[in-house]
């Protein structure tokens, strides 16, 4: 199937642990995106790659760092994980302006 | 700072009801509004509205954009239970071809049997 897809669906881990979520898109679109959304349902960017190339870092703490191996996949990695992080992460991927969004990875932090 | 205002948080209406939602924005400059919807999983795309007093439609579901008074309505007629969800209001504020995406926060429609 066509589709933006994000592994894995849930992560539940430790403080101070390191963490990564993998995206996939097979859509051809050449810009990717990593969102959180917050226990209030709110939705905010965090980084955009196109065609491999970091286009968007907003302010977010250095310990996520995206990567982006080629256009088609944009993985995020967390190190040292706090309470905070605590959230669904998106990943979408953009085509003619809108936006196709995976199904969320639900990280808890304990 | 750029902003998207969605109204109201929240909505519990009953099944053959007619619902209006709100989306409001400021933004340095405007590329486009876009409607999503949110039930369990991920947002899925509504509509995409660029021009002024265009309506666009999809089903029960229409939407219209005011870049005068810098707003938008989304329109749902004769609701059913399956559009409960989150529906969330997003601008792209092209200031760059990045399609970086401002949302609001979203408004909770309940719709009861």
């Known amino acids: 199937d066509t589709a933006v897809s994000q592994t894995p669906k849930y992560l539940v881990t430790q403080m101070g642990n390191d963490k990564s979520i993998k995206c996939e898109q097979n859509l051809g679109h050449d810009t990717m995106y990593w969102y959180k959304q917050d226990s209030k349902k709110f939705l905010k960017i965090m980084f955009s790659?196109?065609?491999?190339?970091?286009?968007i870092n907003e302010t977010v703490p250095n310990r996520f760092s995206p990567k982006s191996p080629d256009k088609a996949h944009l993985n995020l990695h967390i190190n040292s994980l706090e309470l905070g992080d605590s959230a669904v992460y998106f990943c979408?991927?953009?085509?003619?302006?809108?936006?196709?969004f995976g199904p969320g990875t639900r990280l808890l932090v304990l | 700072e750029d902003k998207v205002v969605q109204s109201p948080l929240s909505l519990v209406v009953h099944e053959g009801d007619t619902v209006t939602l709100n989306c409001s924005y400021e933004?340095?400059?405007?590329?486009?509004l876009l409607w999503y919807k949110q039930e369990k999983k991920a947002p899925t795309f509504l509509f995409m509205l660029?021009?002024?007093?265009i309506e666009k439609k999809s089903g029960r579901l229409s939407s219209i954009l005011d870049k005068k008074e810098l707003f938008s309505i989304l329109n749902i007629t004769a609701t059913q239970t399956g559009d409960s969800a989150i529906y969330l209001c997003a601008v792209d504020p092209g200031s760059s071809n990045t399609g970086k995406l401002i949302f609001g926060q979203g408004t909770t429609l309940q719709v009861k049997p």
């Open positions: 933004v340095t400059n405007f590329r486009s």
């Open positions: 790659y196109n065609n491999k190339e970091l286009i």
């Open positions: 660029t021009s002024s007093g």
């Open positions: 979408a991927s953009r085509l003619a302006g809108s936006q196709y």
